[in-house]
């Protein structure tokens, strides 16, 4: 299993901690950036993190920017990326459960460091529940 992890400036810390988490679970990480808490422009990262996970350079991806909005319309614009913003424990299941997310947005600025590991876990840990939802996941990944 390896995931792709990609942030802007007001990500970074959390996308730091996060790369850690994951590693401590066992799982390689590609890091697309940014690496600094200079200012950055989170669309690329967004894109990079939604073209390596289509590319199949990772199997999944974790994004971050301030509020996790931005970097996931960006993660999004890429086809076949179903990129879930997720601010509780229970979104995460859900994003995993119904919506199959490929690609999970976390906001450095808006989440809480524990919250964001416990959100991070359980869309690891989660499965897709299939049936009526593959039939939604495949329609948006038509679009
Ligand atoms: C950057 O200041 C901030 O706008 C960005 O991190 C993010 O929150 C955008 O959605």
């Avoid at 810390?13 to 799982?27: F, N, P, S, T």
């Avoid at 971050?64 to 913003?85: D, E, F, P, Y």
Wanted: net charge negative.
């Amino acid at each position: 299993m390896k995931i792709a992890v990609a942030s802007d400036h007001g990500g970074f810390a959390l996308k730091e901690e996060v790369k850690k988490h994951l590693m401590e679970r066992g799982i390689e990480v590609l890091d697309l950036g940014t690496h600094s808490e200079d200012s950055v422009d989170y669309p690329i990262y967004g894109k990079a993190c939604g073209e390596a996970v289509m590319s199949g350079k990772a199997d999944l991806g974790v994004v971050v920017c301030g509020t996790g909005i931005g970097i996931s319309i960006a993660a999004n614009k890429v086809k076949g990326i179903r990129c879930g913003l997720c601010t509780s424990v229970e979104m995460a299941r859900l994003a995993k459960q119904h919506n199959n997310a490929n690609v999970l947005a976390l906001g450095g600025r808006t989440t809480e460091m524990d919250l964001a590991m416990e959100i991070v876990d359980t869309w690891l840990d989660t499965e897709f529940e299939g049936g009526r939802h593959q039939r939604r996941t495949g329609l948006l990944d038509q679009m």
